[in-house]
């Protein structure tokens, strides 16, 4: 049924608003997510208006939807009702009186950001993600006007500040497939980039799942030797498809002792607390291994011995910044092979798979599956995406179509 005949819809009104929109929140930890109505804010002098057509179901998602960074990424935890979504497709249809990059009727993208102080340092250097007076995030972030808590894109349209609107030059068919780039791409690429991965390079994706395969795919695509490292034997094969030379699976020793010392760089995704010191020990002289993934506990801490012995730096990445995140989507723009493969779920079959398997996937690959195979798939947690605009009549089944 379509969402704005939802009964039981819920609201948030503001005292000053444009239209309102129809979205999806989490109302607690434990709650599935439901359609609410919202008001979304008057245009200020350089907003842009945007109507959502694809929403990227990202894992960051389903940890603040469940509180699971309450104290650790977010100080004052979530606040609910809380609307996820940061891997935001739309189209313009209205922009404010100061806005003259953007026009009405361009297709465009939103990730993570809505907002910065885009006077610090950072700011200034394009490091939006690390502004000192604290980015906007897409939700669950104070506006940095109205201290309102930001409401992200399981919507059918959102506000937000011109700077932070990417601009596409993707077919209409491929617009999905951007969708995901806008957070799980962009936390790959901004890694890669920094530590200069190229051709020549050797790059290790610790990983293959919504953030992993985005690794295999960019790493590859910007000329480097990749080698992906899996737990699971049956995600072999697909990670070769993916675009990886070799295939690891890290419970398997004689595999893992195989590449040491041969690893320019590593891009660690795995979100759950791990032994860092056996993939460290796969780097060469001078070797960095990067973390992008959060656990909700620590990892157990690296021997020293293992960074000192050849120089070698365990690091962290946050997302890209706008300059960066275009330059990504530029880039893929020209290089489509590369772009994301996954199925679409009419979004309430969407949700309904969210809450019942605790929101248990990330962002964008299905492995190896046909669309009879996808409730299985979901419950293995593999990854499911991205939400089709809201206006669309909602199927009563999980009908998957699938993209290529």
């Known amino acids: 049924m379509p969402v704005a005949s939802a009964p039981n819809a819920g609201s948030i009104e503001g005292e000053h608003y444009l239209s309102k929109a129809l979205a999806y929140a989490a109302t607690s930890k434990t709650s599935p997510l439901g359609p609410i109505t919202i008001s979304r804010r008057e245009l200020r002098s350089n907003d842009v208006n945007i109507e959502i057509l694809y929403c990227g179901v990202c894992?960051?998602?389903i940890h603040t939807a469940h509180g699971e960074w309450?104290?650790?990424?977010?100080?004052?935890?979530?606040?609910?009702?809380?609307i996820p979504g940061h891997e935001i497709v739309g189209r313009?249809?209205?922009?404010?009186?100061?806005?003259?990059?953007?026009?009405?009727?361009?297709?465009?993208?939103?990730?993570?950001?809505?907002?910065?102080?885009?006077?610090?340092?950072?700011?200034?250097?394009?490091?939006e993600p690390y502004c000192e007076k604290h980015a906007t995030w897409?939700?669950?972030?104070?506006d940095r006007v109205t201290g309102e808590n930001t409401q992200g894109g399981y919507s059918d349209s959102i506000?937000?500040?011109?700077?932070?609107?990417?601009?596409?030059n993707f077919p209409e068919q491929s617009l999905a497939a951007v969708a995901p780039l806008l957070c799980a791409g962009i936390t790959m690429w901004s890694p890669l980039r920094h530590w200069k991965i190229g051709a020549g390079s050797k790059v290790g994706i610790v990983g293959i799942g919504g953030l992993g395969h985005m690794g295999v795919k960019l790493a590859r695509a910007l000329g480097a030797h990749v080698v992906a490292f899996t737990t699971s034997e049956g995600k072999r094969e697909d990670a070769?498809?993916?675009?990886?030379q070799e295939v690891v699976v890290s419970r398997k020793s004689e595999e893992m002792n195989a590449q040491a010392g041969k690893l320019d760089f590593i891009l660690n995704t795995a979100a759950v607390p791990h032994n860092l010191d056996a993939y460290l020990a796969l780097l060469r002289h001078g070797g960095t291994m990067a973390l992008v993934g959060i656990p909700e506990k620590p990892h157990p801490s690296p021997s020293v011995a293992s960074l000192i012995g050849l120089r070698r730096s365990l690091a962290g990445s946050l997302v890209g910044?706008?300059?960066?995140?275009?330059?990504?989507?530029?880039?893929?723009?020209?290089?489509k092979?590369?772009?994301?493969?996954?199925?679409?779920?009419?979004?309430?079959?969407?949700l309904d798979l969210l809450h019942r398997n605790r929101l248990g996937f990330g962002n964008d690959a299905t492995f190896g599956a046909e669309v009879a195979k996808a409730e299985y798939l979901a419950r293995s947690g593999v990854d499911l995406c991205p939400v089709p605009h809201l206006k669309r009549k909602l199927q009563p089944n999980t009908q998957l179509e699938r993209i290529k």
């Open 240 to 244: 070769l498809k993916l675009g990886a």
């Open 59 to 61: 894992h960051t998602d």
């Open 321 to 335: 910044g706008i300059k960066e995140t275009q330059e990504m989507l530029d880039f893929m723009s020209t290089t």
């Open 138 to 142: 897409t939700y669950n972030a104070p």
């Open 159 to 168: 506000v937000v500040r011109e700077e932070f609107v990417l601009k596409l």
């Open 92 to 127: 313009v249809t209205s922009v404010g009186p100061n806005a003259k990059r953007i026009k009405v009727g361009e297709v465009v993208a939103v990730g993570t950001m809505v907002d910065s102080c885009l006077e610090c340092d950072y700011c200034k250097a394009g490091l």
């Open 70 to 82: 309450d104290g650790l990424v977010y100080p004052n935890g979530t606040i609910y009702p809380c």
């Open 337 to 350: 092979r590369y772009l994301t493969s996954f199925f679409t779920i009419p979004g309430e079959g969407c």
